[in-house]
């Protein structure tokens, strides 16, 4: 199973700002989305990092002055972990398992994001695949449907 199962869940989970974006605009997005992280893009809509609610209150905790009213891009995760369509997704879990990651960005060819993989969506369709295998597995043994 690949990645682009999850494209049209994906696509909605994705909020994206530009590297300019002042970091309290990025802070107001991800209290109102209902999401725990941002695309970060340059003008060209190509992925230049990510930002999550972390990076902000980590920012906001340590500013002084002129320092509350940086960019986004200052704070953002530039060393970001991306998976692609036609990858398979139970490597794309491997990947968010290891790394501790709830979220992903989806790329395209030219590294623009299409979608945010989130752990707890790909989870669930590798176990209902695991589940389909399985009845698939106890019909075999069983015979069931084999005359």
Not at 91 to 112: C, F, G, Q, T
Not at 122 to 135: K, P, T
Request: charged share 20%; proline share 3%; glycine share 6%.
């Amino acid at each position: 199973m690949f990645v682009d199962r999850l494209l049209p869940i994906a696509h909605q989970k994705l909020v994206t700002i530009i590297d300019s974006t002042q970091l309290i605009e990025a802070a107001k997005l991800l209290r109102d989305a209902g999401t725990d992280i941002l695309a970060v893009c340059t003008s060209s809509g190509v992925l230049a990092g990510v930002i999550t609610k972390t990076d902000v209150v980590g920012q906001i905790s340590r500013c002084q002055g002129q320092s509350c009213a940086t960019q986004a891009s200052s704070v953002m995760t530039r060393d970001v972990v991306v998976c692609k369509p036609g990858e398979l997704l139970s490597d794309a879990w491997s990947i968010m398992k290891i790394r501790k990651l709830k979220n992903i960005p989806i790329v395209d060819a030219e590294s623009h994001p299409i979608g945010m993989l989130n752990a707890r969506d790909a989870l669930q369709l590798l176990l209902e695949e695991a589940q389909d295998e399985e009845l698939l597995l106890r019909d075999y043994v069983m015979c069931v449907g084999y005359h």
